[in-house]
């Protein structure tokens, strides 16, 4: 009897020893964090002008759902809050201080857009909240010494820029160039990049048409572009203007050498509406993995992918370069908060974040990796040429990283 009443009390023990509280008996935690939950904010544009870019915050609460029913990160299951800013500043304004003061979340994660993240930038490293992995290639995003709260992700918008430059230079060196951008820090950025790459050769350059993405629609712009007698059409745009400039180019039967920025690339929002025959050849760059290509049919990332969207996410389509987009940085976001530990404050969320060593999402191409410091906060830095050939993009040539800046 007594041996029993021993063992009784030894088996309670253990399970104390093992209790919940015990086990985060010596977590830190920052306001929007606590043994049972991290609250992440979120905001991009489910509405407006390029309201097709919403589909980046479903696949993200589908892929924390994932991560919640295998048991959260840590034991703590994410309480994800997506807020629609229309991709208006002013209402990133807004949802940025509603996350931060009303709900209270520990970070904002993957806020959607270069001029919506540039009005909150101030405000997020005024608070000390992390803005992390913002959802734009904006060189103002790795600025640690300067604004240490905030990070971005994907390869900057100069680097493309020199990389469209490297390319034009080795197979048309006596190309004319007509630019159409976006009339804000997005569009000059890339702009910057490609003339930094053409070095003394900026001349080739002989028409540049900006346009604000409040307007319907961009022909007028497209005409004074042919007009100028250019022989090659970079159209650094996001998914809605990128489909105008194609179907544009095909109606005045132009046939330049066409560059497409990688952000205005997908197969699903842009190349499918704007028809596979009016974009046969049309260059751009790319970094992910396409789910569609058969290169990648027996990858087990891929396949990985395939079954977190046929379980969370069925109706996503995958020749959407965004699906696949959302689905790398919400790996990306994960494996933070997994080095976090039971420390989740602020300060260790951004310490974390500049600390990633060759992390490999599931859905980056081969070579390509994820690495930050304390004095580097651009996490991706290497892209790839592509061609657009049927109805996927062929890859070709070598990976080009951020030290590309052609000749």
């Known amino acids: 009897m007594r041996a029993r009443v021993f063992a009784a009390l030894a088996s309670g023990l253990a399970m104390f020893a093992l209790s919940p509280s015990d086990t985060?008996?010596?977590?830190?935690?920052?306001?929007?964090?606590?043994?049972?939950?991290?609250?992440?904010?979120?905001?991009?544009?489910?509405?407006?002008?390029?309201?097709?870019?919403?589909?980046?915050?479903?696949?993200?609460a589908a892929y924390f759902q994932k991560i919640?029913?295998?048991?959260?990160?840590?034991?703590?299951?994410?309480?994800?809050?997506?807020?629609?800013?229309a991709?208006?500043?002013?209402?990133?304004?807004?949802?940025?201080?509603?996350?931060?003061?009303?709900d209270e979340v520990l970070l904002i994660f993957n806020p959607v857009g270069t001029p919506t993240n540039a009005a909150i930038q101030k405000y997020m490293n005024t608070k000390r909240v992390p803005q992390l992995f913002v959802g734009g290639g904006a060189t103002r995003w790795n600025n640690p010494a300067e604004f240490p709260w905030t990070m971005g992700f994907q390869p900057n918008y100069q680097t493309e820029g020199r990389i469209f430059a490297k390319y034009i230079l080795t197979t048309k060196p006596d190309a004319k160039i007509a630019v159409l951008y976006q009339?804000?820090?997005?569009?000059?950025?890339?702009?910057?990049?490609?003339?930094?790459?053409?070095?003394?050769?900026?001349?080739?350059?002989?028409?540049?048409?900006?346009?604000?993405i409040s307007e319907p629609v961009i022909d007028s712009h497209i005409v004074k572009l042919k007009a100028s007698g250019a022989d090659t059409f970079i159209s650094i745009a996001l998914p809605k203007?990128?489909?105008?400039?194609?179907?544009?180019?095909?109606?005045?039967?132009?046939k330049p050498l066409f560059i497409l920025s990688s952000i205005g690339a997908s197969i699903g929002t842009v190349i499918r509406p704007a028809g596979f025959e009016n974009s046969q050849g049309i260059i751009?760059?790319?970094?992910?993995?396409?789910?569609?290509?058969?290169?990648?049919?027996?990858?087990?990332?891929?396949?990985?992918?395939?079954?977190?969207?046929?379980?969370?996410?069925?109706?996503a389509d995958k020749n959407d370069y965004f699906v696949v987009y959302a689905y790398v940085i919400s790996q990306t976001m994960v494996?933070?908060?997994?080095?976090?530990?039971?420390?989740?404050?602020?300060?260790?969320?951004?310490?974390?974040?500049?600390?990633?060593?060759?992390?490999?999402?599931?859905?980056?191409?081969?070579?390509?990796?994820l690495n930050t410091s304390p004095t580097d906060f651009a996490p991706m830095k290497d892209m790839r040429t592509a061609r657009l050939k049927g109805e996927r993009w062929e890859i070709f040539g070598d990976i080009m990283s951020g030290s590309d800046r052609g000749n």
């Open 241 to 254: 203007v990128a489909a105008q400039s194609i179907r544009k180019i095909s109606e005045l039967s132009w």
């Open 68 to 85: 919640n029913d295998e048991g959260g990160v840590n034991g703590r299951k994410i309480n994800f809050i997506s807020y629609d800013d």
């Open 183 to 212: 009339n804000d820090d997005l569009g000059k950025d890339y702009l910057k990049g490609l003339k930094d790459g053409l070095g003394d050769k900026a001349s080739m350059i002989v028409a540049e048409e900006s346009y604000e």
């Open 335 to 369: 494996k933070v908060l997994q080095q976090c530990g039971n420390d989740l404050t602020r300060a260790n969320i951004m310490r974390q974040a500049s600390n990633l060593k060759d992390f490999k999402p599931d859905m980056l191409l081969p070579g390509i990796a």
């Open 284 to 315: 751009s760059t790319v970094y992910l993995k396409d789910p569609l290509d058969p290169q990648w049919a027996n990858d087990e990332a891929k396949q990985r992918f395939d079954a977190f969207l046929a379980k969370y996410a069925p109706e």
């Open 87 to 102: 991709y208006s500043p002013p209402k990133t304004v807004e949802q940025a201080r509603r996350l931060v003061e009303s």
């Open 24 to 60: 985060f008996a010596q977590s830190k935690y920052d306001i929007g964090a606590n043994d049972r939950e991290i609250k992440i904010g979120n905001i991009l544009a489910y509405s407006g002008p390029v309201s097709s870019l919403g589909i980046i915050g479903k696949v993200e």
